[in-house]
């Protein structure tokens, strides 16, 4: 979507972990996060016009609805005892969602030869719009302000994979387990399977409700091609991981990105979602959105017909595997933000 002035009202977010170069709209009380600030936003038939506190959705030139848009939430201006805003160790995602990337660090980021091709989690940090780790401290303290002064009501903790073999797993228990100690707020927590699965019971001990284990590409030959080095992981090992997960978490409470428009045909994306929700796994299908900056920022965007197409088929695996986005205790099935795939749910239930 393109804006006509500026950035407009409300939250917008330009690089880290994602989503990124967004925006978050909400259309008839469904808030979602709408590319802005990229190349795609630019061609976009649609267009916002700012009005004030709101804005009118375009298309050519013909007004269609109202926008409107989370508040910057109150916790934003607060800062911890050693001077970090708030902002820079937690941000809100949607419209309830407290979201935080714990090490804004990879040890594959800066490397083409290993890095994801569409990862901005270094961006941020660059920009000094975030800091390189957050403590468990400064993520409890930030978590109580948010639900205390913002009524948020679930939390998201993501991370740059470290060099150990736990593969993050140990940062988010340490996180998770200060955050529950100091609220009552549910958690998800997102890393790359770690090598040894006991992590998983670590993580729920640790106050951990459910648990992202993110493929995005689900053939071998694009994640060789658009993220080598988490293809070092086969998607076997995943599948391993999905079903050691669901044991501990339970069926739907474990998810996982799938990034759609990265050269995955609708037919393998569709084979592997079966995989998935057989398994219990809540397959979180979103269309790919390039990033400023990402040596995949040229890169089309999937066809909204495709996009149609597949999701109105992910939604009838859902409903025939009894799984439901809002059975999800947290994180981004939860919100749907990112992804149409919650709302096409209700239609095919």
Not at 117 to 140: D, M, N, R, V, Y
Not at 165 to 181: F, I, N, Q, S, Y
Not at 234 to 251: E, H, I, K, Q
């Amino acid at each position: 979507m393109r804006w006509l002035d500026g950035s407009g009202p409300g939250l917008s977010r330009a690089g880290g972990a994602g989503p990124s170069d967004h925006k978050a709209v909400t259309i008839a009380d469904q808030t979602v996060m709408v590319p802005i600030l990229n190349h795609a936003s630019r061609l976009s038939p649609y267009a916002a016009e700012v009005h004030g506190d709101y804005a009118l959705l375009l298309k050519g030139g013909q007004p269609l609805l109202e926008l409107a848009f989370p508040k910057k939430p109150r916790f934003y201006d607060r800062s911890t005892a050693d001077g970090v805003p708030y902002w820079k160790i937690a941000t809100l995602h949607g419209r309830d969602v407290l979201a935080t990337t714990v090490l804004q660090t990879c040890k594959r980021y800066g490397n083409r030869a290993t890095s994801c091709q569409f990862c901005a989690i270094g961006q941020s940090l660059a920009a000094k719009t975030t800091i390189a780790e957050k403590s468990p401290a400064q993520l409890a303290e930030v978590a109580l302000a948010a639900v205390e002064l913002d009524g948020v009501r679930h939390m998201v903790m993501t991370t740059g994979t470290p060099q150990s073999d736990d593969r993050g797993a140990g940062v988010l228990a340490r996180a998770a387990e200060a955050v529950r100690a100091a609220v009552d707020l549910p958690v998800q927590a997102q890393c790359e399977p770690p090598a040894d699965f006991v992590w998983f019971a670590r993580l729920k001990d640790a106050g951990v409700d459910s648990l992202g284990l993110h493929l995005e590409a689900v053939t071998e030959e694009v994640r060789q091609r658009i993220i080598p080095g988490k293809a070092e992981v086969p998607v076997s090992v995943y599948l391993d991981a999905f079903a050691a997960a669901v044991s501990v978490f339970g069926r739907g409470q474990v998810s996982s990105y799938v990034l759609a428009g990265l050269g995955d045909s609708r037919e393998a994306i569709l084979e592997m979602c079966q995989r998935m929700v057989t398994l219990g796994v809540y397959p979180f299908v979103v269309p790919f959105v390039p990033i400023a900056g990402t040596p995949l920022a040229g890169h089309p965007t999937p066809e909204p017909a495709f996009m149609s197409a597949l999701l109105s088929d992910v939604a009838t695996l859902l409903a025939s595997a009894k799984l439901s986005s809002a059975e999800i205790k947290a994180g981004c099935g939860r919100c749907g933000a990112c992804s149409s795939l919650k709302t096409r749910e209700a239609l095919h239930a």
